[in-house]
């Protein structure tokens, strides 16, 4: 087993009601091992010193431990060393300045008779703050595919419907943010690409991380029953029902119908279609109060839209087919390859009406449900997100997928290759930039779909509406900033951060990553002289990369005073060495084109 220690508990008691108990520890070890601390990640540009240490039963003190090292870049480039230390006392390896890619690391310790070894892999990026770019086009020869300049570009090959859905799951399924539709979204996208394209799926990382992304999304559901779209906030009605219709699955159902239930007898002057929608999709036995409001005189379309979907809930296609049909004709305006549902004062009510009649047109498997689809890959919002609303038209249009023999030929290398692509099949090519730009495609006979994807960091200094916003990182040691620290000290990590009044209200995310020597301490209080400080918590923590959000409205914008714009965390030190401190990121997480940089930095761990 693992190196560790088990403890047994045991309880006794006799007929006549005697009673012991006790615990019993039992440690596992092994005659002679090595101990290697490593981080799993690191940027390019670190140089991170490895810390080795021997321990065993059968390992005497003050004994002379070889150590045989070997690192193995990405291009087969080896560094070999040998240390000596004496046994339970550590040595440091420096590793050289690390490149972009996967790095193997192995080390074999002896002492006379004793031998043990171990290896491992760490990955090198150039950031962790990236974005998933996707794209889907309509294949034609002689197009031009632009992607990554920088590292890999996945191609992906397919008929033109499978492709437009491909496309969309790309995009859901890596959706970065931390309000609750962004991570079901995400979620429920692998869950689809593990379905229906087994070979772009991320099956086994999926199934590992499955329990605890359901355990996070559930930390989004209130005391009250219902779905927040931020952990800390409180139930959003609409968002609620869009979930109970989607993934109830994965939260509290009766917590739900309680929520569902309590806002249709408190609440009356909210929109009671969404309340009933909710309570279809949990199979609650509503259909008179659906039949009764939909009686009533004047109901606005979107309303209408909500209670068809009700009905299909809970099994009355035709009246929900009737309700789409007489809306299609009086708002659907028809663009050519899109159409959208005209209604509304602005943009954002139509494009909300637009979505909610793809999610009707995709349930009734309707001829329009692409084009109205493809309106919303085209259109954003800046105000809402729709990104729950599409997985439910993904699974639904998923379900009823049938596509055409299609094919292509293309030229790489000097190579002439043609692809047939037959009962749903996909092709894809995984390609480097120098692949990328002599990449051809000669003929195309059929509607071949193209999904283009590939990651990209964001560049400091890249223009975004930032005007207004600014933020800066410092690293505090006993009250001093500090950019050189010791691997004893306790690392006080400071984002100070402004939002002007000129910027528009709104939840902003603050996005820090910790260099690779450094480890966020998640109860603070539990360090000596650390208790009664006002610490911050992240929403979200994934490996380095640390989440806060930040709640602006007029109002608490004049409030804000300087030093209330600040955000404190701790962190410990793993290991020494130098390392690359990734700028910060402040951004609006409805509009994504609001945001601004911090400085890069580099911190020196002894």
Not at 12 to 39: H, R, Y
Not at 73 to 96: C, H, M, N, R
Not at 499 to 504: M, N, T
Request: net charge negative.
């Amino acid at each position: 087993d693992n190196l560790t220690s088990w403890r047994v508990t045991y309880h006794a008691f006799t007929a006549d009601l005697q009673a012991g108990s006790g615990t019993v520890k039992i440690p596992v070890s092994l005659p002679f091992f090595v101990e290697m601390t490593l981080n799993k990640n690191y940027l390019a540009g670190d140089s991170p010193v490895v810390t080795l240490r021997s321990y065993g039963t059968e390992l005497a003190p003050n004994r002379q431990v070889k150590y045989e090292l070997k690192l193995i870049g990405s291009q087969g480039k080896q560094i070999v060393q040998t240390v000596q230390a004496l046994s339970f006392e550590y040595v440091d390896w420096q590793l050289p300045v690390l490149e972009h890619g996967t790095y193997e690391i192995s080390v074999a310790a002896n002492c006379g008779e004793l031998k043990d070894a171990v290896a491992k892999k760490f990955r090198v990026a150039d950031s962790y703050q990236t974005r998933t770019i996707t794209r889907h086009e309509l294949l034609s020869a002689g197009m031009k595919i632009n992607g990554s300049d920088q590292g890999t570009t996945a191609l992906v090959f397919s008929d033109y419907e499978k492709s437009l859905y491909l496309g969309g799951l790309y995009r859901l399924a890596w959706a970065d943010g931390s309000r609750l539709e962004q991570k079901l979204a995400a979620y429920q996208a692998q869950k689809l690409l593990g379905e229906y394209f087994t070979e772009e799926s991320q099956a086994e990382e999926l199934a590992a991380d499955a329990a605890e992304e359901q355990r996070f999304l559930t930390s989004y559901q209130q005391e009250d029953g219902g779905i927040s779209i931020l952990p800390y906030g409180s139930s959003d009605p609409a968002l609620t029902a869009m979930v109970a219709v989607t993934a109830a699955d994965l939260f509290d159902q009766g917590a739900l119908k309680g929520y569902f239930y309590r806002l249709l007898e408190q609440q009356p002057e909210l929109d009671r279609s969404l309340i009933l929608l909710g309570l279809a999709a949990l199979r609650e036995p509503i259909l008179p109060e659906i039949e009764d409001l939909l009686q009533s005189a004047e109901l606005a379309p979107e309303v209408k839209i909500n209670l068809a979907l009700a009905l299909l809930e809970l099994g009355d296609g035709a009246q929900a087919k009737e309700i789409y049909q007489e809306l299609l004709a009086l708002y659907a305006e028809d663009l050519g390859s899109v159409i959208r549902i005209n209604v509304g004062a602005g943009h954002d009510e139509l494009l909300k009406a637009t979505t909610q009649m793809a999610v009707l047109a995709a349930r009734l498997d309707q001829p329009e449900k692409n084009k109205l689809y493809r309106y919303l890959l085209e259109n954003n919002s800046k105000e809402f997100l729709n990104l729950v609303e599409q997985v439910l038209i993904l699974q639904t249009n998923l379900k009823h997928l049938s596509t055409s023999p299609v094919s292509f030929t293309y030229e790489l290398n000097g190579q002439k290759v043609k692809k047939e692509l037959i009962n749903n099949e996909i092709f894809k090519l995984t390609l480097l930039p120098e692949d990328l730009k002599d990449f051809q495609i000669t003929q195309v006979d059929g509607q071949v779909g193209l999904v283009v994807a590939y990651d990209q960091p964001w560049q400091q200094g890249e223009p975004g509406l930032g005007e207004g916003l600014s933020i800066s990182r410092s690293y505090v040691v006993n009250g001093q900033k500090v950019t050189t620290v010791d691997r004893t000290d306790l690392v006080e990590v400071v984002l100070e951060y402004n939002i002007g009044e000129r910027v528009p209200s709104g939840i902003f995310e603050i996005v820090d990553v910790l260099p690779a020597g450094l480890a966020p301490v998640s109860r603070p209080a539990d360090y000596s002289g650390q208790k009664y400080k006002d610490w911050d918590y992240p929403v979200e923590v994934n490996g380095q990369r640390l989440v806060f959000l930040v709640n602006v409205s007029q109002l608490n914008k004049d409030q804000l005073k300087e030093n209330q714009n600040r955000i404190r965390y701790l962190a410990r030190v793993v290991s020494a060495g130098e390392y690359v401190c990734e700028a910060p990121l402040l951004n609006q997480i409805n509009n994504e084109e609001i945001f601004t940089f911090g400085q890069q930095g580099r911190l020196v761990i002894k």
